[in-house]
């Protein structure tokens, strides 16, 4: 069974930097689509963004694009999430997740991780 497991999150400051790992067990990454999702108090979860199996095709939500990337080590068995110039509406729980088919809705993943905290100061 695979498991998924964040890291990397913490406290920044508005303009900084983070960069998220999602490290898998359990089975290979390479099996999978990769989605980043995040959760702030108070609302619903939502997509972030995807990498493909390959790593090839990569995709976000527009408010943080050309902000954020993905990019994948499947000798590593880890995706990251790259998070550059963090705005405080960018402060949220992130999860990881893995399915079998690109896709920005959370039912389309089966497997997810306990998540990481991102805060941004202002």
């Known amino acids: 069974q695979l498991q998924l497991a964040e890291s990397g999150g913490g406290l920044v400051q508005t303009g900084g930097s983070l960069r998220l790992s999602c490290a898998a067990s359990?089975?290979?990454?390479?099996?999978?689509?990769i989605g980043w999702f995040r959760q702030a108090p108070g609302k619903e979860r939502e997509w972030v963004s995807r990498i493909c199996r390959t790593g090839f095709i990569e995709n976000s939500v527009d408010s943080v694009k050309g902000r954020f990337a993905l990019s994948r080590d499947n000798a590593k068995n880890t995706v990251y999430l790259q998070m550059n110039s963090l705005k405080p509406e960018d402060a949220a729980v992130y999860y990881c997740a893995a399915g079998r088919t690109i896709s920005m809705r959370s039912s389309s993943y089966d497997y997810w991780g306990k998540g990481t905290q991102v805060t941004v100061s202002s």
């Open positions: 359990g089975n290979t990454l390479d099996n999978y689509v």
